[in-house]
């Protein structure tokens, strides 16, 4: 036995008990006559005194994070700590082992607000992981799954695995192929999402499905996207609309927020905002609604103008409420901003409208008093307030008025605070260009139009809308669903119109496409991002945070020193041979 008690769970109840107890040293404190240990585990610290001489000789040339058992009393504490829950008692040791001896230099201080090179600290992940906060936030992670876990089994979904090893697939990303040894030259690919099984699933007659699914897209990395890997509440309903999705999300999701967290949390129903009005108020389809500024369009108020820049583009504008009281210097700091290479603004006009009447600064001059009539009256501009203007072609202004809506509520801090607030964004387009001007899948190829066949058979493809959406909490997206296609006549229409033929739907997705000739239910689901939930319940910016073991910025594991080469005996087994990268 190496510990009778945890560390932290001592009180001045145990004064008087012989203990023992097991963790790492995170501080020692030598006084000469008395030597202090503070001894750390995942339940808390409790303070060791040694007073024997011959144990402080064996404990003098102890390091930090050296991993001990003590043998000891517990006694009550003459100067108590009330900011420690241990705080009233300490242990007198009798006798001490050391389990686990630590170098006598640590690569950074565990426990301390040091700014340490996150590389460094992602290849001692081990050591990390120590820190409390870290630690703290994997436990959390923990508990917020079983309680995902628990709900679902609440509400009736079973508990459902499904394969690593798969088909490729196009999902909208890369996929992570993996080579066949016993069937040269073929390959699987890891799952983008389980999206074909989860579909099969309900045709197999399982009424509702879940799991906690590990994803593998081939992506570049991001603050909030873990490159390589990720984790999602998969679930999948048969006989469910998309109003049916919508309801076990608003059970679900506010019902975990409330439990890990203080801050205010929405209630559903959530709003709905379709795709389109999204991209115009907002110019981003993950708006956070505790900003409260909106983009506004003003193209037809300027149709006239004298101004060169705005004639023939699209024309957005955000009102700032009270921002004629900022100085030259900060719409100076916006356009810098709005013009970076990030961006990619042209330009960023502004005006104030002061207090007085007057229309001041940047293109003042061409604000006529019919142009200002049509501001109040259209946009409603007041008196001391200032007016921020966005030209371009459409979709790049409302990207830029997007990201610059998005700068403006952080630097004036308008974003309201201790408060979670939902949406749906629905009515996604089925279909985009691609960069190469290809009719593309926008969201997911396995959605439901709007309209059905008739919609594919008559519109305009760039025009039809699908049953699909997402579920954004503060700005980011948390989840993603759709009503599923389980028509074959459908599926192969819409791939049709992508640019695969049926013998392409029949062969990259076989599977699907079997299944669907023998009676195949309505089926409707979605998947909300288990590391981006976490990532917002501990009020974190950082992704990788939330992870045990992440990967770094450039996608590569620096505890585990992957991806790496293999040897050729390796890859001659799974028929690889590997071209010069000279």
């Known amino acids: 036995m190496y510990r009778t008690h945890n560390l932290g769970e001592l009180n001045i109840k145990n004064v008087g008990e012989e203990v023992e107890l097991s963790g790492w040293i995170q501080k020692i404190r030598n006084l000469g006559g008395m030597i202090f240990i503070d001894l750390r585990d995942q339940f808390g610290i409790t303070q060791i005194v040694v007073n024997e001489p011959k144990l ?15 043998y000891g009393k517990v006694v009550e504490r003459s100067s108590k700590n009330p ?12 006798k001490i082992e050391i389990l686990g001896k630590c170098k006598n230099v640590l690569p950074f201080e565990i426990n301390t607000e040091q700014d340490v090179r996150e590389d460094l600290r992602l290849e001692y992940r081990f050591l990390d992981l120590r820190n409390q906060k870290l630690h703290d936030i994997i436990l959390l992670r923990s508990k917020i799954l079983k309680t995902l876990r628990d709900k679902m089994d609440e509400l009736g979904f079973a508990e459902i695995q499904t394969p690593i090893l798969a088909n490729s697939s196009p999902e909208g990303a890369r996929d992570f192929l993996v080579p066949s040894r016993l069937h040269p030259g073929e390959f699987y690919a890891l799952p983008q999402a389980p999206q074909q099984f989860k579909q099969l699933l309900m045709v ?34 048969s006989f469910a609309t998309q109003e049916d999705v ?6 679900v999701v506010p019902y975990t927020f409330k439990k890990f967290t203080n801050s205010k949390v929405d209630e559903g129903p959530f709003i709905r905002i379709p795709y389109k009005e999204a991209m115009e108020k907002y110019g981003i389809d993950k708006p956070d609604l505790r900003n409260p500024l909106i983009i506004q369009d003003v193209t037809n108020i300027f ?8 004639k023939n583009k699209t024309v957005k504008a955000i009102v700032v409420p009270n921002g004629a009281e900022q100085g030259r210097k900060f719409f100076d700091k916006m356009t810098e901003f709005a013009t970076s290479d990030e961006v990619g603004a042209k330009g960023l006009a502004w005006t104030k409208f002061e207090k007085e009447g007057n229309v001041q600064g940047g293109i003042a001059k061409f604000i006529t008093e019919e142009v200002k009539y049509k501001l109040e009256n259209q946009i409603g501009i007041k ?13 790049k202004a409302q990207k830029i008025a997007g990201l610059v809506r998005i700068e403006l509520g952080e630097k004036l801090d308008l974003i309201e605070k201790n408060v979670y607030k939902f949406c749906f964004i629905v009515d996604f387009p089925m279909y985009e260009l691609s960069d190469e001007g290809k009719i593309d899948f926008c969201h997911n190829p396995f959605s439901m139009p709007q309209g059905g066949l008739n919609s594919l058979n008559t519109m305009n493809p760039l025009d039809i809308l699908a049953y699909q959406y997402d579920l954004v909490c503060n700005g980011y997206e948390m989840a993603s669903g759709a009503v599923r296609n389980h028509d074959p006549e459908i599926m192969v229409k819409a791939f049709e119109i992508a640019g695969y033929t049926e013998e392409d739907v029949k062969n990259r997705f076989g599977a699907l496409y079997n299944a669907f000739q023998y009676g195949t239910p309505p089926h409707a689901g979605a998947a909300p991002g288990i590391d981006r939930m976490i990532m917002l319940i501990a009020n974190s910016t950082n992704i990788r945070e939330v992870i045990a073991f992440p990967k770094n910025k450039k996608a590569r594991d620096l505890l585990m020193r992957a991806p790496s080469f293999v040897t050729k005996q390796q890859l001659d087994d799974v028929h690889i041979q590997i071209k010069d990268l000279q």
């Open 56 to 70: 402080q000789e064996q404990v003098k040339d102890y390091t930090t994070e050296s991993c001990i058992h003590v």
């Open 83 to 94: 900011k420690m829950t241990t705080g009233e008692i300490e242990v007198v040791a009798s």
């Open 204 to 237: 197999s007659g399982f009424d509702k499905y879940f799991q906690i699914a590990p994803c593998f897209r081939d992506e570049d990395p991001r603050a909030d996207r873990a490159p390589g890997e990720f984790y999602q509440l998969d679930f999948e309903m």
């Open 246 to 251: 919508f309801k076990i999300i608003e059970e």
């Open 303 to 310: 149709k006239d103008t004298d101004f060169n820049a705005f």
């Open 383 to 395: 008196n001391g307030d200032s007016i921020f203007f966005i030209a371009d072609e459409l979709s």
